[in-house]
Every structure is written in structure tokens, then in C-alpha cells.
């Protein structure tokens, strides 16, 4: 440490070690190699992605797997993300005004991530680069595609993003603070950067997305009934509003987390006290509504259904009749994996917790775990939708939208 009193308490030794532009990063780099143990492991299982997300190459039979080239696309971005660490250590020596001089280094890591995305490559999966900006391009407005034109791909985007709520908002602060005169993005968060209102927006975007992707299908479902006279196997559209209930019940969270942070007792006209009692029930309503949603509906698992369902002899107990996954033990385990961190992530979207963001290794521990919990997801949500696609909806699994016997996608 160099000894100036005004600059070592603003860093522990954690934002020392690993700044927030390389928190970012890591968290960003992790995503696109669980995506691709994703499509490895799921393939294995002779299940297909690409065919479930209409992501279609011209040659298959002339290019390398999907999953092998997501892992060459990871590696490419990890060596340099690696050297620059190494190179960050070297010259900082852990010094917290050497930390804060050289913001530049973590920061250019960031820039040259979109660059990455954007090179006309085709050594680096240059269609599959630009499948996912074109699809992020559409989800980024709430946009949802059409069945047959790779609906199940924007959900599963879109639902990914809402797990990288809080590192946007993260990468918004990073961002900020390294334009701004006043800050260093490798210096402590401060998570006020353009104002107090700009984070909790920003962590709130996902949810919204998604929110508008279920009002755009319970509306096609509603104007499908129309055209034909009736609800026929679609429903009325109702699961589709329930569905945004959850995404919805994230914003009161959020919310009353930012209203905590800056509490004012003669703008808010309620005491603190009930401030977070309102709170901690919406964190509640939200964590819990969102593990019933992931393992009834997003998983079709039989756990919370009726009793003859879930006792059904023909399955094991609250899973279902056609399973994937060798193991029960498997299911049981993502269920109480998914409870967990399902609460733990509720309460990370709250802004106003500084006894705990006061150190930043948790907060990145948290970011960490959820992108766990989001690939661990993942496989059994792709799973679901093979079964469903080639065995049918789960029974009693109407309103899920557009499904016909063709095998078009259903919303989770």
C-alpha cells in the first residue's frame, strides 16, 4: 500500500486483487463456457439445441459441433482476459493508487469483449456471434419471435439476461464512473453513479423484456382465439399473465430496495421499519413464485401438483413420466439447489443492502452463484422442451401457447 489515508479505505483487499471491470468480465467470460457445457453435455444426451432454437448452419456436416466452437469462442476471449489480469497484478502490486491510476487496463478487457463480438471472423463462430446480437437485438425491446422462427431462443435469452441483472447494472457503474472526472472504475462502486434512480432502472430492465414478451403472447393467444372462434388448445392466455406476474413481482423489490437506500421519513410517509417489512414481503413473494414457476411450469415437474399426480407410480415421486437426466437424484438436487439460490438472488437485486455490499467479494460471490443456478437451469428447461416437443405438453399444460402436434415451442 502507498500509506495515503484518503485513498486505502475506499478498497478492500478483494477490489485490490480483482477490480470491477474484471468482475465483470469473469462473470461475462463464465456465461459463454457454461453455454457451452450446456450444448455439450445436453448433445451427449442426444438432445438438440440448435434444432429447439431454429438456429440452423448451411453445412453441418463440414463444421465443427456447436459446443466446440462456443468452447473456442470462450478460450479466445479467456487468454486475453487471463494475460490482462497477470499484467494488472504485475504493475499494481496490489497498491491501492497504482489500482486506481491504471483503470485503463480492466477497462479496454470490456471494450475489447464487444469488439470480439463484432469481427467478421469465421474462425469465430461468425454466425453463431451474430445470431446472438440479432436475437439480443429483438429480446433488447421485449421482441419475441414467432414459433417456427426461434421463439424458444429469445426466451431462453431473455430469461438469461434477467440473471445478469445485477452485473448491467454493474457494468453501467463501471462504465460510468470511468467517463466521469471525479471516479476510477477500479476504485470502490459507487453505485449512486448518474444518480440514484440509474441502477435500480437498469437492474430492472431484464424483468421488463420479459414482462413484455408474456403480454405479446397472452395477445396472440387472444387474437389466435378470435380468428377461430374459440380458445381451442391454446387457452385464453392465461398462464401467460401469470407469468408475468413473476416478472412483474420483481419491481416492488427493487424499488423498495432503492426508496431504503435514500430514505427520507417526510417523502415516503411510512417508517422505516414498515418500509422494510413491505420489502422482505415482496422479496419473499417474489423468490418463492419464481422456484414454484422453474420447477411446475418451466420444468413441468410434478412436485407442487395434485396428489395423484405427484404420486403417480408410473414416475418417480413429484418428477415425471419422461425423463432425460439418468438419475432422480438429479431432479431433487436441482430442485433444492434452485430454492436456495433463488432466495439469495431476490435479495441481491436490493441495491440498499450496504452492510453486505459494503464488501465486494460477496457481491461478486452472489453474481457467481446465480449464473450457476441459471446454467444449471438451463439443461433441465432445454430438456423440458425436447420432451414436450416430442412427447407433448406435460398433462394439463394448455396455456402454454402456441404447441401443436408440428411441435412448435412453448412459453416458460
Not at 392465461?238 to 424499488?255: D, E, R, T
Not at 433463488?342 to 446465480?370: A, Q, Y
Request: charged share 20%; aromatic share 14%.
Amino acid at each position: 500500500m502507498d500509506g495515503d489515508s484518503a485513498v486505502e479505505p475506499e478498497l478492500d483487499t478483494f477490489g485490490l486483487i480483482l477490480p470491477l471491470p474484471y468482475r465483470i468480465a469473469v462473470i461475462l467470460v463464465l456465461g459463454v463456457w457454461a453455454w457451452g457445457v450446456n450444448l455439450h453435455y445436453l448433445s451427449l444426451l442426444k438432445i438438440d439445441v440448435p434444432a429447439l432454437i431454429r438456429y440452423h448452419t448451411r453445412s453441418p456436416s463440414v463444421i465443427a459441433p456447436h459446443h466446440r466452437r462456443t468452447y473456442r469462442l470462450a478460450t479466445l476471449i479467456t487468454i486475453p482476459l487471463i494475460f490482462s489480469i497477470l499484467l494488472f497484478w504485475k504493475i499494481t502490486h496490489g497498491r491501492a493508487s497504482l489500482v486506481l491510476a491504471w483503470e485503463l487496463l480492466p477497462q479496454s478487457y470490456l471494450f475489447l469483449l464487444v469488439l470480439i463480438f463484432f469481427l467478421p471472423l469465421h474462425y469465430l463462430s461468425r454466425s453463431g456471434r451474430y445470431r446472438f446480437l440479432s436475437t439480443l437485438k429483438r429480446v433488447s425491446i421485449g421482441g419475441i419471435a414467432e414459433g417456427q422462427d426461434g421463439k424458444f431462443g429469445d426466451i431462453l435469452l431473455a430469461d438469461v439476461l434477467t440473471s445478469y441483472a445485477k452485473v448491467l447494472g454493474d457494468l453501467f457503474v463501471s462504465g460510468c464512473m470511468f467517463f466521469s472526472s471525479k471516479y476510477s472504475s477500479t476504485d470502490k462502486p459507487n453505485r449512486t453513479c448518474g444518480g440514484p434512480y440509474m441502477v435500480p432502472i437498469i437492474i430492472s430492465i431484464p424483468s421488463i423484456i420479459r414482462l413484455r414478451q408474456c403480454l405479446i403472447e397472452y395477445y396472440r393467444v387472444r387474437r389466435s382465439g378470435k380468428k377461430s372462434g374459440g380458445f381451442g388448445s391454446s387457452g385464453w392466455g392465461g398462464q401467460h399473465l401469470a407469468n408475468a406476474l413473476k416478472y412483474s413481482s420483481a419491481f416492488p423489490v427493487v424499488i423498495l430496495s432503492a426508496l431504503q437506500r435514500g430514505y427520507d421519513p417526510g417523502k415516503i410517509g411510512m417508517s422505516e421499519t414498515g418500509l422494510f417489512r413491505l420489502w422482505l414481503f415482496f422479496v419473499f413473494f417474489n423468490s418463492f413464485y419464481s422456484f414454484y414457476w422453474d420447477v411446475a411450469k418451466d420444468w413441468d415437474l410434478t412436485l407442487f401438483g395434485p396428489a395423484s399426480e405427484r404420486n403417480n407410480a408410473e414416475h418417480p415421486w413429484g418428477l415425471r413420466r419422461h425423463i432425460h437426466f439418468h438419475s432422480k437424484d438429479v431432479y431433487y438436487g436441482a430442485i433444492f439447489i434452485d430454492l436456495l439460490l433463488r432466495c439469495t438472488w431476490s435479495l441481491k437485486l436490493s441495491p440498499h443492502l450496504d452492510h453486505f455490499n459494503d464488501w465486494e467479494g460477496g457481491i461478486f460471490v452472489m453474481e457467481f452463484l446465480e449464473v450457476l443456478r441459471r446454467w444449471m437451469w438451463i439443461f433441465f428447461r432445454v430438456e423440458t422442451e425436447w420432451v414436450r416437443t416430442n412427447r407433448g405438453p406435460a398433462p394439463g399444460d394448455i396455456l402454454l401457447g402456441d404447441y401443436n402436434s408440428a411441435g412448435k415451442e412453448d412459453d416458460d
